[in-house]
DNA sequence: AGGTCTGTCTGTAACGTTACAGATAGCTTG
DNA sequence: CAAGCTATCTGTAACGTTACAGACAGACCT
């Protein structure tokens, strides 16, 4: 038996006056609910809420005691309707990538960075199999996010071409190479790359190896650059890995290490652009029968710090994806807000190469 | 220099008669647009878009020409301010989860479900360390989803009461034992833990010991009452793990197993419920100077095909997430959808344990 | 012929919000 | 004292959709 809740109103069908028509208590409040609890108009009610300078201070307050005692929460649909904005982030994820949970980090970071706001975060998904930009076109198409953050960025993406064209709010997980400029997040894997070869070579480590990220990918090139400005400062020998990237199944990754490591003229060092495949590198190593630490070392990201567990002799630098997710919501937020893009550009710096316990 | 798109259209502002009323070219087409160009009421659009049965067969098809032709897509805001209907789903997560990306598969495995349906995927963060009900109070109270899906599910849990009370369709990611019924999916983790343990008897271990789940949530029970009935019908002993549950660190977990590993009457066999956690439990067995295989057993779930790359002594059991996000998007569509709740709760079994290459 | 039914189609109103264009009252100003 | 200002407050209309209550024609009965 449900108790008798709420005010009594006079739900009057007025039509056109208005001003006492209202809802009885057992829906949510609206506009009106507070309007005529106050005995103000719809209006009124509306801009004492957020705060227009045309409010007399009295009113202002009680219309938000009372709003706040009846718990009173904007209808999204009902603003979204009138002023087009939807109060939505569009996290676009690809559904093929592989293992270890990075994107769980991102959208936690995300998630973290829009709790204090109105926003509510969706994810778009999509498959890059298929068209990349469908989940774009999608998105701005149907005007169902205010703004999208993008991953697996492209050094000349055409979602980011897409979206400046229309000056759609956007972040990128990944700079771009295109001359434009625009929000974005990235991981200096140049810096990343530089240090590993670096800390190799200190190591007395001279013929490397580079799993990178796929060609296609932004950051292939940073990390192909900062490999190979390490390779000219230390004096060490590039060693190719066999046409594979760290997006390639782990037992791919595995037998083209394998295979790297039965060569005559085989690294004595690999730097490793992603966690997982660190894991299946390892693997090929020990397969060739030789030992990460005695035989070769290996210089790895990674986002969540299980590595040493694996293989103590493992050298990892971290990335913090759960920060990317923050950052990279702050861009687009702030974008959203009116920011100048190029003011919205954060670039994290790698905390140096660890060995275990460091 | 845009091209000059769309249709011709009289944008009269005539209020009252108002067939005539409709956009130029330039934003999105809505059911004004078409009733436009084909003549028709919106109200006879609309319903021909939805397949009613009242509309004749040639306007039916003429309309969902011009429909399809112009790229119509309802205005969701429209919609939802009409009908109360928002087409999300809202995955309420937990952002103290741990490691390994088990969250990105649940995520992936609901938006697979929902990509063929007119429904978005919402993630709704909270903190297990704050008030676990404020995020599902949060989406009932602003109606911002049609349904909910639950992680983390407890024995008693009020979160499944509040909704249940409410009627507010959900799943829930584990089983209750509330004597209510709702849908879920869940793994069985009784047949795992069963499983696991009759599999280390068979290779010869007799003291076995269980890193649990933490005893808050409901599939604790049905693990720790598996390793039970394993143990009884194997007749091994059990080993308790002191006061850790694969929710501690992975230093924790690590120094617990360790100091268990010390102790004169230590376990020969392990089982362990989360990949993330077993990389500590090794760690710990290897700190003590044993080895897995030799010394001891250790029989661990695992999301991702991992492990043995780790080490490939170590025993496994799948569990498949992204199913189980599937089959949680296709438990709250249903209820949506009016289905009985006794027919959606699925539970998927465990494919047997696995040593390397099997 | 008059009535009723059926198959199609129709306009109006409403969901909750905000932009806009006033309205009112009290004050100041010339 | 009229005119103008300022500080507050106001109602109406519109965003795009669907529920509802018809309206109209033609067919079918009696």
């Known amino acids: 038996m449900a108790e008798r809740v709420g005010v009594a109103m006079n739900d ?9 028509k209202a809802r009885n208590g057992d829906s949510r409040p609206t506009l009106k609910t507070i309007a005529f609890m106050t005995g103000l108009g719809v209006t009124t009610v509306s801009r004492a809420l957020k705060d227009a300078p045309e409010i ?44 270890m949970g990075f994107v769980s980090d991102i959208i936690y970071g995300v998630s973290e960075a829009l709790a204090p706001t109105p926003y509510h975060l969706i994810v778009t998904p999509y498959s890059r199999l298929n068209d990349p930009m469908e989940p774009i076109r999608y998105v701005v198409e149907t005007a169902s996010a205010d703004g999208i953050i993008i991953s697996r960025t492209e050094r000349d993406d055409p979602r980011v071409r897409y979206l400046m064209e229309r000056g759609f709010p956007f972040a990128t997980h990944g700079r771009t190479d295109m001359g434009v400029v625009h929000p974005f997040h990235d991981f200096d894997n140049h810096a990343f790359a530089l240090e590993a070869v670096r800390k190799l070579a200190e190591l007395g480590r001279r013929r490397l190896a580079l799993l990178a990220p796929p060609s296609t990918l932004a950051y292939h090139y940073h990390t192909v650059n900062g490999f190979s400005d390490g390779l000219i400062e230390t004096g060490a020998t590039a060693i190719p890995f066999n046409a594979v990237s760290i997006d390639g199944s782990i037992n791919q990754i595995r037998t083209r290490t394998a295979e790297l490591m039965r060569r005559k003229n085989r690294p004595d060092g690999i730097v490793s652009s992603a966690g997982a495949a660190t894991l299946a ?7 060739a029968g030789l030992s990460v630490g005695r035989d070769i070392d290996v210089v790895s990201k990674q986002s969540t710090p299980l590595l040493h567990l694996f293989r103590p002799a493992l050298l990892v630098v971290n990335e913090d994806f759960r920060l990317a997710g923050r950052e990279l919501a702050r861009s687009v937020l702030g974008w959203i807000d009116g920011a100048d893009p190029a003011t919205l550009q954060s670039l994290s710096v790698p905390q140096g190469v660890k060995g275990v316990g460091e």
């Open 56 to 99: 007399g201070e009295e009113t202002r307050r009680r219309v938000q005691l009372v709003a706040r005692q009846v718990g009173y929460r904007p209808n999204r649909a009902g603003v979204r309707l009138r002023t087009g904005k939807t109060n939505v982030i569009s996290l676009v994820l690809d559904t093929e990538e592989q293992i």
């Open 281 to 287: 590198v390892v693997g090929g190593i020990e397969d």
């Open 12 to 20: 009057e069908s007025v039509t056109n006056g208005g001003r006492a």
